[in-house]
Antibody
Framework: EVQLLESGGGLVRPGGSLRLSCVAS????????MTWVRQAPGKRLELVSS????????YYADSVRGRFTISRDNSKNTLYLEMDSLRAEDTAVYHC?????????????????WGQGTMVTVSS | DIQMTQSPSSLSASVGDRVSITCRAR??????LNWYQQKPGKAPKLLIY???SLQSGVPSRFSGSGSGTDFTLTISSLQPEDFATYYC?????????FGQGTRLEIK
């Protein structure tokens, strides 16, 4: 059974930093691209970042580029999202999700397994 | 960015009803359209990918159709566990954007 378990969320002041983690099990983690998707209160889902299986390729939404860094440790089956210079508009539930087809997120792909998410609140 | 618009935003229906949810893209996205189901406090679940392909393990009462700009998710006979929020997503071009969601409620 595929499981994705996020952690690391919490309350942080504007300008602060957080590091999210997502521990994966039930599939060969090192063979699949992974993503972070967030959902702000009352807003639609937003793809934040993705990383290829080997970590050789990454993608960032314009809204987080230069502030967030995605990474992975295939020896630990763990995906990370380092979030710096946090803003109020980054407040959201952050989900990690597995890419359906394979090593990287490509046109025509989908996210076939998701975690329940971890809440990030940016407020003074 | 490609804007995705779902209709209706909310829908009330009864167990056994046939319901359809529409997703419209601002420009053609070929068949690169996915559907997800989300229940409160739970992880989203992939139902349909590539507009009409049923994800493994998803009941056959769910089906998807469409291409270009107009897509439909149909549930042939609503079951109690189907009351949830449904989202479409285009993966034709980055950023891969989602619709605003359709909340399906019990009548």
């Amino acid at each position: 059974e595929v499981q994705l378990l996020e952690s690391g969320g919490g309350l942080v002041r504007p300008g602060g930093s957080l590091r999210l983690s997502c521990v994966a099990s039930g599939f060969p983690f090192s063979n699949y691209g992974m993503t972070w998707v967030r959902q702000a209160p009352g807003k639609r889902l937003e793809l934040v970042s993705s990383i290829s299986a080997s970590a050789g390729s990454t993608y960032y939404a314009d809204s987080v580029r230069g502030r967030f860094t995605i990474s992975r440790d295939n020896s630990k089956n763990t995906l990370y999202l380092e979030m710096d210079s946090l803003r109020a508009e980054d407040t959201a539930v952050y989900h990690c999700a597995k890419v359906r087809q394979g090593v990287t997120l490509i046109v025509g792909d989908a996210f076939d397994f998701w975690g329940q998410g971890t809440m990030v609140t940016v407020s003074s | 960015d490609i804007q995705m618009t779902q209709s209706p935003s909310s829908l009330s229906a009864s167990v056994g009803d046939r319901v359809s949810i529409t997703c419209r893209a601002r420009q053609s996205i070929s068949s690169f359209l996915n559907w997800y189901q989300q229940k409160p406090g739970k992880a989203p679940k992939l139902l349909i990918y590539a507009a009409s392909s049923l994800q493994s393990g998803v009941p056959s009462r769910f089906s998807g159709s469409g291409s270009g700009t107009d897509f439909t998710l149909t549930i042939s006979s609503l079951q109690p566990e189907d009351f949830a929020t449904y989202y479409c997503q285009q993966t034709y071009s980055t950023p891969f954007t989602f619709g605003q969601g359709t909340r399906l409620e019990i009548k």
